[in-house]
């Protein structure tokens, strides 16, 4: 059984929703850990009883950790989740020491394919990390700002090395994690930069890029077909009355928005329809601007840096 952990706030629920569903509709056995970032979700996670996930206190890492509370008051929200990153994949290892490997996945991702197709690169390859490149497009190349690996989706084996790793980042990220380039820095991410370098063959890149699609090289990974891996669905976030906006300026076709995109919202109308049934509440921001179109037609205003659909 593959074990895979994220983290999120209630704002993010429904995306933690989303892909607990996508990880079952593979059909492969897993247990889904979630390190709930406030009460709200994890009172929420546990009215849901979701099958197959597990619900982990913020605070019960902060006790086995509490140098996080060290840092804890000068980081943002998001710095602080992204210093939590490593955090919870070594929790998980602690409460479950039988445990082969654990998975850090991004609560804004959703399987396309089964999770074998990445994992088996890693299994192939006899390395105790996996980690995947963002593969940027030509024309979104932006290495230098974001670094050359992405920390969506990151295998560590349960070994000495694999720990180590896991060790080493937790420790840098404690020194510095925060939303601004510096020194070589960017959150908790480039620092995966310097893994191949540190531990060559330990490490593995993943080398299927067409498995790892988000808005920055779909288009340019998948001129046809389906996608077979995972779709990371950055910067797209819910606001009041469940508005959907997508806010980057990456062009998205019609061809993905109705194989990808739809698929991806009606997994979230589900989830808010869920949520409504048992009167747990998603407190989501107001949006400032933008316009409004028809959930059927969302596909069109992927090209525009303000579209909005409701689900």
């Not at 933690?16 to 996508?22: R, T």
């Not at 943002?76 to 989740?81: D, P, Q, S």
């Not at 920390?151 to 080493?168: D, H, K, M, T, Y």
């Not at 020194?175 to 601004?180: D, H, I, P, Y």
């Amino acid at each position: 059984m593959e074990h895979f952990v994220t983290l999120f706030d209630i704002g993010f629920l429904p995306q933690g929703m989303a892909l607990h569903a996508s990880l079952l509709a593979q059909g492969e056995p897993f247990q889904l850990w979630v390190v709930c970032m406030d009460e709200p979700v994890e009172q929420a996670l546990e009215k849901l009883g979701l099958e197959h996930l597990t619900v982990i206190p913020v605070r019960d890492v902060e006790a086995r950790h509490p140098r996080l509370l060290d840092v804890k008051p000068g980081r943002g929200r998001g710095e602080y989740c992204w210093t939590m990153t490593s955090f919870s994949v070594e929790h998980v290892l602690h409460l479950r020491p039988d445990a082969v490997r654990v998975t850090y996945v991004d609560a804004d991702v959703c399987l396309f394919g089964p999770a074998s197709r990445i994992l088996g690169e890693m299994d192939a390859s006899g390395a105790h990390v996996l980690i995947t490149d963002h593969a940027f497009a030509p024309e979104y190349e932006q290495t230098g700002v974001a670094g050359r690996f992405c920390v969506q989706f990151v295998p560590f084996r349960n070994s000495p090395r694999g720990r180590e790793i896991l060790a080493w980042w937790q420790d840098r990220c404690i020194e510095w994690c925060f939303a601004r380039v510096e020194d070589g820095k960017f959150g908790d991410q480039m620092y995966l930069d310097q893994w191949p370098l540190l531990w060559k063959d330990d490490v593995a890149i993943l080398k299927d890029v067409a498995l790892t699609l988000a808005p920055w090289n779909v288009e340019f990974l998948l001129p046809r077909g389906a996608a077979r891996g995972i779709y990371h669905f950055h910067t797209l976030r819910l606001f009041d009355g469940w508005a959907v906006n997508q806010w980057h300026s990456y062009r998205i076709g019609r061809r993905i928005g109705t194989s990808i995109y739809r698929p991806y919202l009606a997994s979230l109308h589900r989830a808010k329809e869920t949520l409504a049934q048992l009167g747990i509440e998603v407190p989501l921001p107001k949006a400032k601007s933008g316009f409004k179109v028809r959930y059927d037609r969302f596909w069109k205003v992927l090209k525009h840096i303000e579209g909005w659909a409701r689900i």
